[in-house]
């Protein structure tokens, strides 16, 4: 087993920024990519960004503005958020994959999930 637990996320002001932060903790050698997904109140989950075996995915509408990255050492994962808009405002979750897989921007490819940290733009 995987435990997730993210941090990070607050009240921001549109065009600010912010950190998120994702601990992983267990059987964390098993974990073949990690990501994060967003849902926001009424809506689906959706994909915000990935990576795996050190390449990065992203959602189009978050591309020149928000950078996944990951430290093994730590076993941690952030997403640094630039030029926040209103329409950001999600429950930002942080998720790993236990398989390998040829799509990791849907939510059946992840396997575990943190909590969720929420995430407020203000225009």
């Known amino acids: 087993q995987v435990q997730l637990v993210e941090s990070g996320g607050g009240l921001v002001q549109a065009g600010g920024s912010l950190r998120l932060s994702c601990a992983a903790s267990g059987r964390t050698a098993s974990i073949t990519a990690m990501g994060w997904f967003r849902q926001a109140t009424g809506k689906e989950r959706e994909f915000v960004a990935s990576?795996?075996?050190?390449?990065?995915y992203s959602a189009e509408s978050v591309k020149g503005r928000f950078t996944i990255s990951r430290d093994n050492a730590k076993d941690a994962m952030y997403l640094q958020m630039n030029s926040l808009k209103p329409e950001d405002t999600a429950v930002y979750y942080c998720?790993?994959?236990?398989?390998?897989?040829?799509?990791?921007?849907?939510?059946?490819?992840?396997?575990?999930w943190g909590q969720g940290t929420q995430v407020t733009v203000s225009s």
């Open positions: 990576m795996s075996a050190g390449t990065t």
């Open positions: 998720a790993a994959s236990r398989f390998w897989s040829d799509n990791y921007d849907i939510p059946p490819a992840f396997h575990y």
